[in-house]
Structures are given as structure tokens and as C-alpha cells.
């Protein structure tokens, strides 16, 4: 799934939040004006304080093609990728975040990017090269629940392209200000038919996409969302709603 | 009739028979021993064959390989063209594609020379017709999985041709392929001969175990010689031993020299690929008429590769990468040579190729044998 997303210059208000909640919103008040970047991707320009929108618009620039990094990247790209994350990061609207689960972080998400990756061997034994193709990668927090639900969908050739998902079930535990404790719980395939698929696999797959662990959040607004675990990966999200998945 | 024709050996080794008529000049007699025919027309004569010592100093060319054969192949040729074409006229304009000058033809020019090494032991004094209808349906058989294999890796030429299904649409090359298979399959069993209609069938299924073993090992940087040798006789070995065995069968040898020219055909199948997967390291792009190190590429690791993986960590990791940094596809064909990969990817192509030239052994010194040892040093010449 390639981020086909263009810049947006109301970015903010891309997506419709299908639940109430006091919204404190990120107030964007450009000094300047925002432009829409037709070229490359925009280096770091030393001292200068990017609009977070900017940064954003720069970092979908660049992801673009890069399908979540999923399949790798080269490593001057992922250096592009990680520069612009540390940039937002910098300009954190919400520092204390598990404070703040409710308003910020409840809710629908989409993985946009994470250095997680599935090459070689393993790339081969999940079927990933034209049988199994992957689709959107979601992840549903429920703080009143303290669950996170990691959703992988793929689709599967040769079953009439089947369309499936890998649902595996986390619950958390706010540890800091910033950070939550994850703990596996349950993990599942379906429809079955797609289990077969899988099954001599099955902890291959796990093991790539098992939150456990801890996790930063590093940056949070209405609509953008970046953590980082205890193994050195990266997550950048977005905000997705029930329609979407 | 073969042995009735000039200059041509029978295969009773002892007594030669020629006819009235010209004898005809042949470069494998003249340049190997120094002896030409003398014998009078008007009577037979039992002669002493010489023993035959085929240091070249030139490299074996393929046509000097087959030489001792070339009467079987060309009657092969015209055979293979009308039996593609007679049955389907979608198939007919293909036919000339398929099977026109291009192909060295040396899976059939194997069965044709254990046949006729075979034979002498058993006093077998022409070529059969199962024999000849084996070649021609180890021809079709080895054709239809080319055309089949192009399909798949999507390839533009072969033999320095436009591929089939580039030229007629892949409709055409699936449906080609089959007929071949089918059409092998039926002749097979006309043969009426069990053990060989097991032997030939089997290969039919490795041909497709062994591209699935391919398929499901792409990457895998903990694939073993064992599995990579195992892979080669799936897609090479299997058909070559299937054929020079049944060659032997149909020359009514004993169990034991049938179960040698198995043996002999693995070796040199074996011995075949490794070359092959050297060559794709070794040569040049220009050279190979398609980029070098594709099978490096694709995540294909071939011996070369293995060997190097045992030697250097730094390789796994590039390979495991799937080549996704700049360079690093160049790097790691680099560390292949600087690892011994390919030097000991020769000494493996070497050691299979000396147990085929033991296994021929047990075969009766002739033109044939010499020729098939000449297959083995063939090949391994394409390396040195």
C-alpha cells in the first residue's frame, strides 16, 4: 500500500473524529504561508523551526513508494524518514501523553511507516513475494479498556484473493508520563480457510509483529502519532476512524 | 540404416563392414589416433580397435562431441518438426521456432551414445526404435520445460531467439509445453516398457518439485549444499540419469550397467548446473545475453554462494537485506570471489564430473564412450 496521500495544507481536519471528545486542537498559525512542495522532499534546513505541517507534508513526501517500509529501504532514505520524524518530535504538542490517552490516542489508527521489515527468508516463507499481498496496517487503542489491537490485513491470491487479517490483542500499562507497558494477550488469523495458510509460520509472524514490550510516545496531535519501542523501532501513524477499517 | 552406411563403425566392435563407397572423412577418427581406414571393401576384417586417448589440445567443440551421432540427431530433428506440427495447426508456425537450429541437442545426443555404448556389450547391432523414440521424447520433454520455464521468469530469448511466448503470446507457450508433455507422455507409454515409463514420468514431477523448491528457498541463507544438490537433480539431474538409464535398459544391459548409466547421467546433470551457476558469476553480461549474477539477484543461491556464506558472516547479511542499499549487489559478488566461493564451486563441478568419467567404466572402450567422456570434459572446459 503506497501512501498516495497529497499534501494538505488542512491537514489537521483530514479525518472525521466519529466520537466526542474536548479537542484541543493544535492551533496551526503559519507566519508564512504554507506551500504545497511539488518537488522532492525538502532537506533539514539547520536552525530554522518547520510548521509541524510542513514536517508532516516533507515526511509524506517521502514515504511515498516506501509501503510502510515494510520491504526495506535504502539507508539514505531511511536517514530522509528518520530526520523528519526527530524534527516533529522536537515539536511534541503533547509532552505528556498517558495523561492524556483519552483525548489523544483513543481511537482508530493507520501505520504509515515503522522500521519494522520483512525481507529475505522470511519474506519468502510468508508467501510475501505476489501470493500473500499486504494491505493497510491498523491499530485500535481502547483506553477505557487499557487494550490495543494490532489489525494486519492482506489478501491472499489463489484463494479467489481472500481477504483476511492477522489481529493480535495487547493490553498496556501506563508506566510514565510517556510511557506504556505492553503485554501480549491473544493473537488470531481468519477467516480460517487463511490459518492454513499460516500455520507453519505462525511464529514467524508473531514474532515479527509482537508488541510486547515498552513504548515511547514521542509525538501526538489530533491526527499524527509516533512511538518508539524497547527494541529501537519506530511507528508513525495516523488518525484512521471505523470506515476506514 | 546407420551401419550400412561408409565409414561407420559397427557396433559388434570387432569386425568392420565397409561397403563400396567413399570413405567419409571424420575429424573424431583423424586427429585422435593417427589411423585411418584401411580396410579392403571385398571382405571383412577383424581389427583390434585402437585404444583411444583423447588428449585435444584444442578445446572439445560440440560438433566434434556429437560427430559419432550426427546421423541419429538429424534424423531427430526432422522427426522432432513434423511431430510437433502434425496435430495442431496453432502449434505449426511455433514448431520451427521450437525445435529450429539453435538447441546443441545434447540430452538426446547422450541417449543416442550410451544406446550405442550400451549395445556393444550386448551385442545389439543397430539402434532401436525405442531408442530413437526415447531421444525424441527426452528432446520434447527438456523443449516443453524451457518454454514453460520462460514463461515464468519472463525471459525475452533463448538461444538466441525470440522466446515463444514473446512471439506468440503466452496462450501459445502454455499450450505448447503441455502438448509436448502429453505428447511425450503417450509415446512413453508406447514404449510398452514399465520400468522406463516410471523413470521418464518421475521426471515430469521433479522438473516441478524441484522449481517449487527453488521458489520457497529464495533468500534463504541457510540452505544447504545438501539442498542445493538436491534442487539441481530436481531440475537438471533427473532427466539426464532418467534417459541414459533407459537408453541402457533399451539396449537389454544387465541391472548393473543400467544402474551405472543412471549413475553416469546424475554425476554429469550435477555436474552441468554447477557449471552453469558458476558461469552466471563468472561471465560477462554480453557473454551470458542476460544480466550477470541474476540468480544472485532473484535471492536464487546457487553453490558458489553457499560455499561463500560458510566463510563470510557479512554476506548473509547483504543477501538477508535482499540487496536493498546501492552497491551491495556488486559487494556481495565480490565477496563470492574473494570467499573461494567460485574455486570451490569448480573443485564440486570437478569431483562430480570424475565419478561420471568412473561410472563409464564398466562400458567397453569406443568411439561412444570416448564421446561420453568427452561430454564430461566438455563441460567442465566451459569453467576452466
Known amino acids: ?245 | 540404416m546407420w551401419s550400412m552406411s561408409c565409414a561407420r563403425v559397427g557396433l559388434n566392435q570387432r569386425v568392420f563392414e565397409l561397403p563400396s563407397c567413399r570413405v567419409k572423412k571424420r575429424s573424431l577418427w583423424r586427429s585422435r589416433s593417427g589411423v585411418c581406414c584401411l580396410f579392403s571393401p571385398t571382405q571383412n576384417v577383424s581389427v583390434q580397435m585402437p585404444s583411444f586417448n583423447p588428449i585435444t589440445t584444442k578445446p572439445i567443440s560440440v560438433s566434434s562431441l556429437l560427430e559419432v551421432v550426427a546421423d541419429d540427431l538429424h534424423r531427430l530433428n526432422t522427426n522432432l518438426k513434423s511431430l510437433i506440427g502434425a496435430e495442431n495447426p496453432v502449434l505449426i508456425s511455433a514448431a520451427e521456432q521450437i525445435f529450429g537450429a539453435g538447441g546443441k541437442r545434447l540430452r538426446p545426443a547422450l541417449v543416442f551414445l550410451v544406446s550405442r555404448a550400451t549395445a556393444q556389450l550386448t551385442g545389439l547391432k543397430e539402434l532401436t526404435v525405442e531408442h530413437q523414440r526415447l531421444a525424441e521424447i527426452i528432446e520434447m520433454i527438456h523443449t516443453a520445460s524451457l518454454i514453460h520455464d520462460d514463461v515464468i521468469d519472463d525471459s525475452e530469448l533463448r538461444r538466441g531467439k525470440q522466446t515463444i511466448h514473446q512471439m506468440y503470446g503466452t496462450k501459445v507457450a502454455v499450450l505448447a509445453g503441455d502438448f509436448m508433455f502429453a505428447q511425450s507422455s503417450w509415446f512413453l507409454a508406447n514404449l510398452e516398457n514399465l520400468e522406463v515409463i516410471k523413470l521418464i514420468s518421475q521426471v515430469i514431477k521433479d522438473f516441478a518439485s524441484g522449481e517449487i523448491k527453488q521458489a520457497s528457498s529464495f533468500f534463504n541463507v541457510d540452505l544447504t549444499l545438501e539442498d542445493y544438490l538436491l534442487k539441481s537433480y530436481y531440475k537438471t539431474a533427473s532427466l539426464i540419469a532418467s534417459s541414459t538409464k533407459a537408453a541402457a535398459i533399451f539396449s537389454s544391459s544387465s541391472p548393473t550397467i543400467c544402474n551405472e548409466m543412471y549413475d553416469y547421467g546424475k554425476n554429469l546433470g550435477l555436474s552441468f548446473q554447477v557449471v552453469d551457476d558458476i558461469l552466471d558469476f563468472t561471465q560477462s553480461a554480453e557473454q551470458l545475453g542476460k544480466p550477470a549474477a541474476s540468480d544472485l539477484r532473484k535471492g536464487n543461491l546457487t553453490a558458489p554462494v553457499i560455499f561463500a556464506l560458510q566463510e563470510e558472516s557479512k554476506l548473509r547479511e547483504i543477501i538477508d537485506s535482499e540487496f536493498m542499499e546501492e552497491g551491495s549487489l556488486e559487494k556481495a559478488i565480490e565477496l563470492v570471489h574473494s570467499c573461494g566461493g567460485i574455486k570451490k564451486a569448480q573443485d564440486l563441478a570437478k569431483e562430480k564430473g570424475n565419478l561420471a568419467m568412473q561410472n563409464l567404466q564398466c562400458l567397453p572402450q569406443s568411439e561412444f564412450k570416448t564421446a561420453l567422456e568427452n561430454m564430461v570434459r566438455y563441460n567442465l572446459e566451459r569453467i576452466d
Do not use: C
Open chain 1, 1 to 245: 500500500m503506497a501512501v498516495a496521500l497529497l499534501p494538505n495544507p488542512s491537514f489537521a481536519n483530514r479525518h472525521h473524529l466519529s466520537f466526542k471528545r474536548s479537542k484541543q486542537a493544535v492551533r496551526i498559525r503559519p507566519t508564512h504561508s504554507i506551500n504545497v512542495r511539488a518537488s522532492s522532499a525538502p532537506t533539514t534546513t539547520t536552525g530554522e523551526n518547520k510548521n509541524a505541517n510542513d514536517v508532516k507534508t516533507a515526511l509524506y513526501q517521502a514515504l511515498e513508494g516506501v509501503n510502510r517500509g515494510i520491504f526495506g529501504v535504502t539507508s539514505a532514505k531511511k536517514s530522509e524518514i528518520e530526520g523528519l520524524v526527530e524534527i516533529l518530535e522536537s515539536q511534541n504538542p503533547t509532552p505528556e501523553p498517558t495523561t492524556q490517552l483519552q483525548d489523544k490516542v483513543d481511537g482508530y489508527w493507520k501505520l504509515v511507516y515503522s522500521t519494522i521489515t520483512i525481507l529475505g527468508s522470511k519474506r519468502t516463507k510468508l508467501g510475501l513475494r505476489g501470493f500473500i499481498t499486504l494491505g493497510d496496517f491498523f491499530q485500535i487503542i481502547n483506553v477505557p479498556e487499557e487494550k490495543a489491537v494490532n489489525v494486519v490485513k492482506f489478501n491472499a491470491r489463489g484463494f479467489n484473493m481472500l481477504s483476511g487479517q492477522l489481529k493480535i490483542v495487547a493490553s498496556y500499562k501506563i508506566s510514565s508520563k510517556t510511557r506504556v507497558d505492553i503485554t501480549l494477550e491473544s493473537s488470531s488469523i481468519t477467516p480460517d480457510q487463511l490459518m492454513g495458510l499460516f500455520e507453519k509460520n505462525y511464529d514467524l509472524l508473531l514474532n515479527i509483529f509482537n508488541p510486547e514490550g515498552w513504548l515511547e510516545i514521542t509525538y501526538v496531535d489530533e491526527s499524527f502519532r509516533i512511538g518508539r519501542d524497547d527494541k529501537g523501532n519506530i511507528f508513525v501513524l495516523e488518525r484512521s476512524d471505523q470506515t476506514e477499517f
